[in-house]
């Protein structure tokens, strides 16, 4: 099982990553100062396993997606379903697999770079192609009782993209259940860039219900960021008001998918949320976003 990875991740990633690779499925735990969350991460693909939150009774619950199996997270043997990694270079789709620098409409511009197509029998970049940032041996760089930091080094020409990215994540618990995450990244030359944390949650870690009925939503936005049927932005916005892509008044998520059907809301032939939308405002003094469970309480 190890000699493989460590063979792939040297031919590609040189020595900073050859230095993790050794730990790559090391199991690290951190918890809030006052008890109230506990997390564990892998330095593959800095990924979040678990997260442990309590429940209306005080029991504790992992509401993280992810594998059990760690040696599943470096496999397409169950899928690639990106649990808890950042993923990057570039999170999310480039078209065609092409971009230019500067950025230009279509990659019409000059100074053309194209990347590996992993999406849809090659006709889309996603999360930076088959060997992103999920899939690479990060390095532990501090690690305490309630934080721990990574770092990635991704060389010159990568997956096709241009100039080297020195990337950083911190994991930090505080009190009351609250998780920060702070990215960091600096590349050598210009590049498109989007890192972000990839998770999954069931507020009832599946014990009540394999459905979304109890799960309900709130949020201030109006607007969500079209798509083409590929999930591909097309540069416009619709108008979310009074859609079954409206939260603003709080409602049932399970509840609403089936409303979706007819809109194709996620993608062709698609029923169900796979959006990004536009908070109206968002002034960071108060939640702008809320999730919950009416059947484990948790929130
Ligand atoms: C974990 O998954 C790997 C890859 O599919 C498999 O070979 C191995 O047997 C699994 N281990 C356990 C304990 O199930
Ligand atoms: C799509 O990518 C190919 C390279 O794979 C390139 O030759 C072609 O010009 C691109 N098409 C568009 C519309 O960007
Ligand atoms: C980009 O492609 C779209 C869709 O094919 C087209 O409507 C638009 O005119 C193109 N823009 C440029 C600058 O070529
Ligand atoms: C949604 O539709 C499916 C299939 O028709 C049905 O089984 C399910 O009960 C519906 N869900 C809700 C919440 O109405």
């Known amino acids: 099982m190890w000699k493989p990875a460590l063979v792939v991740f040297f031919a590609s990633f040189g020595r900073a990553a050859l230095l993790g690779a050794s730990d790559a499925f090391k199991v690290l735990n951190i918890q809030s100062p006052d008890g109230s969350a506990r997390a564990t991460f892998i330095p593959f693909g800095a990924t979040a396993t678990n997260f442990w939150v309590k429940d209306k009774n005080g029991r504790f619950r992992d509401i993280l997606l992810g594998f059990d199996n760690h040696t599943l997270y470096q496999s397409d043997a169950q899928g690639h379903p990106y649990f808890g990694p950042v993923v990057g270079r570039y999170a999310n789709r480039i078209r065609n697999g092409t971009f230019t620098i500067p950025i230009s409409e279509n990659a019409s511009g000059k100074n053309k ?5 992993n999406e849809h029998d090659g006709i889309d970049t996603l999360h930076g192609g088959f060997n992103g940032y999920d899939r690479r041996v990060w390095t532990l760089l501090s690690h305490t009782r309630n934080a721990i930091s990574f770092l990635l080094v991704d060389p010159d020409g990568t997956e096709g993209f241009p100039g080297t990215v020195t990337a950083t994540v911190t994991y930090r618990l505080e009190a009351k259940a609250t998780w920060k995450i702070s ?3 600096v590349s050598t030359k210009k590049t498109p860039i989007m890192l972000s944390g990839h998770h999954y949650w069931n507020l009832e870690a599946y014990d009540e219900t394999q459905d979304l009925v109890g799960h309900h939503a ?22 979310a008001r009074n859609t079954p892509l409206d939260f603003r008044k709080a409602k049932s998520i399970g509840g609403s998918i089936n409303s979706t059907a007819p809109f194709e809301y ?6 169900g949320f796979d959006n990004c939308w536009i908070y109206d405002k968002n002034d960071g003094k108060k939640p702008a976003f809320s999730l919950w469970s009416v059947n484990s309480g948790i929130r």
């Open 113 to 117: 770079f194209h990347v590996p197509e």
């Open 183 to 185: 990215m960091r990244a």
């Open 218 to 239: 709130q949020f201030d936005a109006s607007r969500v960021i079209a798509t083409d049927g590929i999930l591909i932005p097309d540069g416009k916005l619709l108008d």
């Open 266 to 271: 996620c993608g062709t032939g698609c029923v």
